[in-house]
């Protein structure tokens, strides 16, 4: 698997993953030393939609888990029900391979929830996927959101879409990315434990907001925020 993480990590723009969360979740991220999936916060096999942020008490701490987006029949295939689609997302932990995807999602957030305090987990890339390519998956599409205009899309919704590492260039399939410039997330089934292995930054407005533990890795937020 050597030869798929190098062709992803070799571009200079692609050294580091990035994992988006809110700043009250930094506490028992940084306890459980982990990212974890959703769906082991709080299991949800039958794929129901979760309306609102909602709280869960995981491993002593408060974990808050973001609202699924409603997501439109028109953007599904017709191998794949909209429940199957939202009980494998919420299987993964998900990472964005460049820090201009990552700018989109804090602009969005930022957006959609003005008084919410948000934080980005900068990773190193190689050694992540190193420990964890045998249970990552590549997608082209921001597989959890709901385009404006389902119909007008080129693309359908499906448990296809997701790429096991390991197939990164061998599958001949528009619908998969086939280059890393087409890689728009990377997810890693269930956890990413021992984050500290692979933590490189803590980006958050506030330095206060950090665990001790993380002090010495705090980047002011407007970094992110302003780099090209």
């Known amino acids: 698997m050597r030869e798929e993480i190098g062709g992803i990590t070799n571009s200079p723009k692609r050294k ?6 809110r700043v009250d979740n930094l506490s028992s991220i940084a306890f459980s030393d982990g990212l974890y999936a959703s769906d082991a916060i709080h299991p949800n096999p039958e794929g ?19 609202a699924h987006l409603q997501i439109s029949k028109d953007m599904m295939d017709v191998d794949t029900s909209i429940s199957q689609f939202r009980a494998f997302l919420d299987q993964n932990v998900f990472l964005w391979p460049t820090l201009r995807l990552c700018q989109q999602m804090l602009q969005m957030y930022t957006r959609r929830e003005p008084c919410e305090k948000f934080a980005v987990l900068q990773l190193d890339a190689d050694s992540l996927l ?49 280059i890393p410039s087409e890689i728009h997330e990377i997810l890693i ?40």
Not at 50 to 65: D, I, M, P, Q, V
């Open 130 to 178: 190193s420990d964890h390519g045998d249970r990552a998956y590549l997608s082209k599409y921001d597989a959890g959101s709901m385009p404006r205009y389902p119909k007008r899309t080129s693309y359908r919704k499906t448990l296809r879409m997701f790429l096991q590492l390991e197939a990164f260039r061998k599958r001949d399939d528009a619908l998969v990315p086939r």
């Open 189 to 228: 089934h269930t956890s990413v434990p021992s984050l500290h292995s692979y933590l490189q930054a803590v980006y958050c407005a506030d330095i206060a907001d950090l665990p001790a533990p993380w002090v010495h890795l705090y980047r002011p937020l407007s970094d992110i925020q302003t780099s090209n």
């Open 48 to 66: 129901k939609r979760r309306t609102t942020k909602t709280a869960y008490e995981f491993k002593g701490n408060s974990a808050f888990l973001n």
């Open 16 to 21: 580091s993953l990035f994992h988006f969360t």
